[in-house]
């Protein structure tokens, strides 16, 4: 973290002060800790990235946290998890079903965060400075549901559609909302979460809807045909 050097975006504008003032509990911080892949990665998550300063928003750890907090607690009846559910509801378990080794890394800069997942790699989710600071915390929860859409078996199997944000003609898109893959699920949370999300405000849910569509715009080889 030495070698990272970052800005911290107005924590207001993020989430980041209206989480922050959430997470910062031994309970909530050891359930994060052991439930999201956290567990067996302190020497990642040391040394800068916050964990001797778990309730300190400008710093990963806890910038994180925010994002498993909102992931955790955003259904009002979050305890029910069923994935026969609502994604509101259930998100929460997906990525404690999927997201078992989450690692913290400066990156360099060409993403945000990253899912290796084979026969020969050591199964993990990276996640790099953008996460933490280009992102407010619903776009933290988004890309932890997106990359353990990969770790559960859904790779990217398009190209960017022209005109796309993320890069027209470039693979990392996917083809449909019907191909259920990582793109369309952080759509599909942000727009529950835009829709019935408890225990945030109303600004960070229409951030999330506007995140929401940016998605649906730009992220499939194919215009799924709505927005939210
Ligand atoms: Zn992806």
Redesign the pocket.
């Known amino acids: 973290m030495a070698t990272c050097s970052y800005t911290v975006p107005d924590k207001n504008v993020t989430g980041d002060n209206f989480y922050g003032a959430l997470i910062c509990n031994q309970t909530y911080i050891d359930y994060f800790w052991n439930t999201y892949g956290f567990a067996g990665n302190k020497d990642y998550w040391d040394d800068g990235f916050g964990w001797e300063d778990a309730c300190n928003t400008d710093k990963p750890l806890a910038r994180t946290f925010n994002a498993c907090y909102l992931l955790t607690y955003s259904a009002q009846d979050y305890q029910n998890d069923a994935y026969s559910g609502a994604m509101l509801n259930w998100a929460r378990r997906y990525v404690r079903d999927n997201c078992d080794d989450l690692r913290s890394l400066c990156g360099d800069g060409s993403a945000i965060a990253r899912?290796f997942k084979g026969a020969f790699v050591d199964d993990r989710i990276e996640l790099y400075l953008g996460f933490w600071y280009s992102k407010d915390v619903p776009g933290r929860a988004e890309t932890l549901i997106?990359?353990s859409r990969?770790q559960g078996g859904k790779p990217?199997n398009a190209n960017f559609p022209a005109g796309s944000v993320f890069g027209a003609g470039k693979s990392?898109a996917d083809s449909t909302w019907g191909y259920e893959g990582?793109w369309m699920y952080g759509a599909l949370y942000l727009w529950w979460f835009y829709a019935q999300g408890a225990r945030t405000t109303s600004a960070l849910r229409e951030r999330a809807r506007q995140r929401g569509n940016l998605v649906i715009d730009n992220a499939f080889a194919t215009h799924p045909g709505f927005n939210i």
């Open positions: 899912s997106h990359e990969h990217h990392g990582a």
